[in-house]
Nanobody, 120 residues
Framework: QVQLVESGGGLVQAGGSLRLSCAAS????????MGWYRQAPGKQRELVAA???????DYADSVKGRFTISRDNVKNTVYLQMNSLKPEDAALYYC??????????????WGQGTQVTVSS
């Protein structure tokens, strides 16, 4: 079955950096565009960054110039390098296909996410 395991989160001071990883298994994710999403308490889950199977990327305006998404299709792993972190970046971070469409992709599943906490 599909499994998405996010890791790399933690507590960091404002201005610091973290690198998140997402190990995907259970199907061939190399054919999918993938995204990093985040959800802060009391807010809806939002897309932070996306990458196509060919490596083209796009970012939310709030993270442009600070975050970099990348992928290793051999390892079925997606990464998010986060620099110059701000307190408003604090959230639970998830990866999944992009766009997330259970009917299209044939599963309705989110991993447990990885917590990012940024102290001011």
């Amino acid at each position: 079955q599909v499994q998405l395991v996010e890791s790399g989160g933690g507590l960091v001071q404002a201005g610091g950096s973290l690198r998140l990883s997402c190990a995907a298994s259970g199907r061939d994710f190399s054919i999918n565009a993938m995204g990093w999403y985040r959800q802060a308490p009391g807010k809806q889950r939002e897309l932070v960054a996306a990458i196509t199977n060919g490596g083209s990327t796009d970012y939310a305006d709030s993270v442009k110039g600070r975050f970099t998404i990348s992928r290793d299709n051999v390892k079925n792993t997606v990464y998010l390098q986060m620099n110059s972190l701000k307190p408003e970046d604090a959230a639970l971070y998830y990866c999944n296909t992009f766009p997330y469409d259970p009917l299209l992709q044939g599963y309705d599943y989110w991993g447990q996410g990885t917590q990012v906490t940024v102290s001011s």
